[in-house]
């Protein structure tokens, strides 16, 4: 199965816990969004938690759990664009990426090029917008 975008059913905020998640540390003062972009089969999402506004509107705060691990990937959009319902695209950088407020563990390292590949499948299913998203089709770039 893929990446898709959708509405987070209550049996999903049980099964990956998410009331937890969101009264974790730096999630107070967050409203935390009510969809994500999910690969079921493969238990990975990536969910937006935090954007920049007015003069930081580039920068994002993420929750990325792979296949159990909860990451927070902070991003900055480089560029990004495209047509209403045509092909569009988003040139990301990622600035951190934290796991229980830490770097992520060297026992994930190995698998490092593995975690980016599947964060990138993601980000480009998200289309710039998740459910809300107007583009057909998506590219994305992420600059490590």
Not at 17 to 45: C, F, N
Not at 76 to 96: C, I, N, Q
């Amino acid at each position: 199965m893929a990446f898709v975008n959708e509405l987070i059913s209550e049996d999903d905020r049980k099964k990956y816990d998410l009331d937890k998640v969101e009264s974790g540390p730096g999630m107070r003062a967050k409203t935390p969004q009510r969809q994500w972009t999910i690969d079921h089969e493969r238990e990975i999402y990536l969910r937006v938690i935090k954007r920049g506004r007015e003069e930081y509107n580039y920068k994002s705060t993420w929750h990325f759990c792979w296949r159990g691990e909860l990451m927070t990937v902070c991003l900055e959009t480089l560029s990004a664009g495209g047509e209403r319902g045509g092909h569009g695209w988003s040139h990301y950088k990622l600035v951190d990426c934290y796991m229980k407020g830490f770097f992520v563990p060297d026992d994930l390292l190995d698998r490092r090029d593995e975690i980016i590949t599947d964060l990138r499948d993601a980000l480009t299913a998200y289309k710039g917008g998740g459910i809300h998203s107007t583009r057909k089709t998506s590219e994305t770039t992420l600059t490590i």
